[in-house]
């Protein structure tokens, strides 16, 4: 993004915040504090990329993942980088999926309902009028009524159906279950966000995991980044931040990071930590902040997100348009669950590098069948699900004794499905095979599939089971905040980033309410 | 300095040889080439002089070669053939001496990296070299006997016997405890040299297998002959059919090479148009271009290089992308995609070890190189491995148990397949329109680009390409049969 005529900050000035991370946590909470006349600084790991650089390939968008290394155990191993986390000025809103259901209500106090899990600390009804700016702010599309909540409204109509979705549609109509277009944080027309460029209606090029070229998907680099810019924040990229200075109190007093090769130090009043749901714990467990708790790293979450594929006779082409614009809510209590939660289901189109990934690791395809059906890409497509994964203590992040290039331990994160997700896992995959069945798929195969970077740094009202209070400020240092991710006490069906761009809005507000 | 006719050929013997090993070579190819055979130091004519490791005898014979001008070839028989290799490596490096190297004879070449010699065949041959008069002469010509397919002329054979004798015992040690076991491997690298290869079927160590493991992998223009019936003497043992060969393979064009997989042409006139971003036409035409043959691997070592490829030729079967290579190098730049099994070693070092175990676990079943391995067999051990059932003992050279096997191959999988479909003969293959959504727009936030007005099933927009039928380049078995 534009950074030219952004206001500049020293170093020696203590600034109101500094803001590590230019995701879906760091970014609104940026935009919350600079309109309010407060001197931020966000320091951003990634370069700042310009839309111009994102060229509709996959090969080339290696540039916008977050390509260090992280190392994965557990019975599930979990894959990130493209699968999940993002470098650069908008981080891994640069690539996210812009699929922006909200949570269930019933999803937040999963522990009442089931005995399983953990109950949310803020009720879904507080949740809400965050997700309304949320979704009125970024220009989502959607349908005109969502059948799984009635009072629900989308402020764009919404993008166009593609192959999947129509296939997806017609299986869900034969089955008797009920489908919307999906909502998405991708414009269906022309649409400015306050503070943000003109973004023209989404072209429906495929390419949403790549960088978006036309800012019709709602990254942070054409939303609440120029907001933010806009009432003075500043943006510095390549800024790594790797550790803390403290006053005599314990409060923070300096944020220590390297750019272009030098260390800097930013002195600040405070801080928001904002880099997701691995670098947050691996820097609060890097400088042995904020964990007296022990909770730092613990309760990983990765959703269950298994697809199903199969080839049809119809010419489905499904790099066309934006890739999940289906979705079905039907299965997030499913009537004969032997599980607690549930799952939501979405159609998918994918494009091929991703694709043949998939197929050569979770198929397990190679050789010549591994070439005749990459061939038969134009007649694919898939379904896939985003599914509950409850807290657990063998899910955890730690530090791997290995370190990185700049001596820093890499992040170690061991995740595995319990019984509860595997019953989940078997259910959806039941559904989904029925539903594939019913569109008339053959070659029907399953991908196992973990999504999305979760917990490690976890919300309560106990500052013995949590690190952070309900409203993402930690227990132990006053003025350190964590907005992203990290902070879920479970994993909610829902995809995560409207979540978190939610619960950013409400951090920022409510530190703007407790004076600083 | 003398005038180097142009076909000169410097020819360096093997351990216990001399320049009077090649005799009957000069002989077979006279009149149509100029053999000038050379003493190493310790051996022949050279005995008394010293310097036995491989550089040192390399420096002996730089020195010869540079006393003449002119091109010319270089013929090394097994120990000979390791110095050639370095002299070859001098040569592409620039070295002004060497100015000239046309093409290697490479006869039952000891190869770049340590030489397969079983223990005990080492002990036996360092056993009598400083014995009794009576028992080095026995053991000389049994020496000799045993290097043979089936027997010498006895005239040769005395020749052999008597050269063994006259070897300085300390060369023939120093070869045998340091020079066989020298790893020039990376040194080496990959030679653009036209090179022939030279095996006999009855060679003990140095044979057909081992050649194709250790030798070819070094060349990039590489060509094994084996030779029934011949052990490790064939300039001795037939020294006629050696030269055939020789002259037959000067006289004969090069071999063509598979060509990249050429893109169709409809999918190349998308490409160059406006419908297609200027940075993405300009990565799928570098990605589109040959490879290099003489790519030195950077991550692994071309013995290693060449086992990633037969691996890639079963998992990617498409003749002319250098799969292998590509891999190296994003190996060599130590990024990878973000992460990694913890089971596994960091990606190169996975790579490596996994590579090693399966031409382990090759030599187990086999008892040949992976390299070597008909498809099927080939095809079986990556069963195993893909299923976590290629369990290789340390002893017998496995280096990654069957668990993480199983995720290395996993990872080599979706490498290939990540490379393979970013290739635009790949993508036309597909009919993948995606490459055709964008364009350029001067504006920072794009307006206008033409994107996709159909997104519904059954609904193709005239300019979307077809799948290109039956495929845009052939396979390997097709290039192979042709």
Known sequence: MNLDTMRIHSEDETVDAVVIGTGAGGAPVLAILAAAGLKVVALEAGPNFTPETFAFDETLADEIYWTEERLSGGSTPEAFGGNNSGTGVGGSMLHWGAFVPRADARDLRLHTESGEGVDWPISHDALRPFYERVEAFLGVSGPRSYPWDAERRYPLPPVRRNGPAELMAGACKAQGIRWADAPAAVVSRDFKSEGGPMRQGCINCGFCHQGCRTGAKASMDVTYLPLAVSHGAEIRPESFAHGFERDRDGRIAAVLYTKDGRERRQRCRAVFL?????????????????????????NYMGHVATQVWGTFDHEVRMNRGYPSSLITE????????????????????????????????GRGLWGQPLLDYLGRYNHLAGIGINGETLPCDANVLTLSDETDARGMRKARIDFGYSTNENRLNVHATKVMRDLWEAAGATDIWVLERVAHTLGTCRMGHDGDMAVVDPHGRSFEIDNLWISDGSTFPSSLAANPALTIMALALRTAERFLALGR | MT???????????????????????????????????????????????????????????????????????????????????????????????????????????????????????R??????????????????RTFVRANVGGSLPSDFENLAT????????????????????????????????????????????????????????????G?????????????????????????????????????????????????????VNSRLRSALNERAAADDPAYTPQALDPVELAILRAVFARVLPVAGLDVAARVDARLATGRGDGWRFMALPADDKAYRAALRTLDAAARAAHERPFVVLAGDRQDALLTLAQKGELTVPPSLGGRLDADRMRFWFEDARADAARLYLSHPAALARLGFSGIGAGGDSPAPIAQGLPGFANTSLDTPEPWEPKPWEPGPWKTLAEESAR
Not at chain 2, 169 to 193: F, H, I, Q, S
Request: hydrophobic letters at 45%; one cysteine or more.
């Open chain 1, 330 to 361: 039907d299965f997030i209590r499913p009537k004969d669950a032997d599980f607690a939660g549930g799952y939501l289901i979405q159609s998918l189109g994918v494009v091929p590098v991703t694709f043949a990934n998939a197929v050569a690791r």
């Open chain 2, 3 to 121: 005038e180097r006719a142009p076909d000169t050929l410097f020819c360096l013997h093997f351990l216990g040889g001399s320049a009077r090993t090649w005799t009957p070579l000069a002989e077979a190819l006279a009149g149509t080439m100029r053999v000038v055979p050379l003493d190493l130091p310790g051996f022949g004519d050279a005995r008394e002089e010293g310097g036995y490791s491989v550089d040192a005898m390399a420096d002996r014979i730089a020195a010869a070669i540079a006393a003449q001008s002119g091109p010319y070839r270089l013929a090394g028989h097994s120990m000979g053939a390791k110095v050639a290799l370095i002299l070859a490596r001098r040569a592409e490096d620039g070295d002004p001496n060497l100015a000239g190297l046309s093409g290697l004879v490479l006869v039952s070449g000891s190869p770049p990296s340590p030489e397969p010699i079983p223990d005990d065949r």
């Open chain 2, 223 to 275: 060509h094994l002959v084996t030779v029934d019936g011949v052990g490790h003497l064939l300039p001795l043992e037939q020294p006629d059919a050696l030269a055939r060969a020789i002259l037959d393979h000067v006289a004969k064009p090069r071999e063509p090479r598979a060509a990249p997989p050429a893109i169709p042409p409809g999918y190349a006139d998308l490409i160059a148009s406006d419908r």
């Open chain 2, 162 to 221: 008597d050269d063994v004798l006259r070897a300085a015992p300390a060369a023939w040690k120093a070869w045998l405890n340091a020079g066989a076991d020298e790893d020039l491997c990376r040194r080496v690298g990959v030679l653009r040299t036209p090179a022939l290869v030279f095996a006999g079927s009855e060679d003990a160590d140095l044979g057909p297998d081992a050649q194709a493991a250790l030798t070819l992998p070094h060349l990039a223009h």
């Open chain 1, 274 to 298: 904002c880099a997701g749901a691995v670098e947050t714990p691996r820097l609060l467990l890097h400088t042995g902040l904020a964990n007296g708790s022990g909770q730092v790293g613990r």
């Open chain 2, 123 to 140: 002990s036996q041959m360092l056993s009598w070299i400083d014995a009794d008069p009576e028992t080095r002469a026995r053991e000389a």
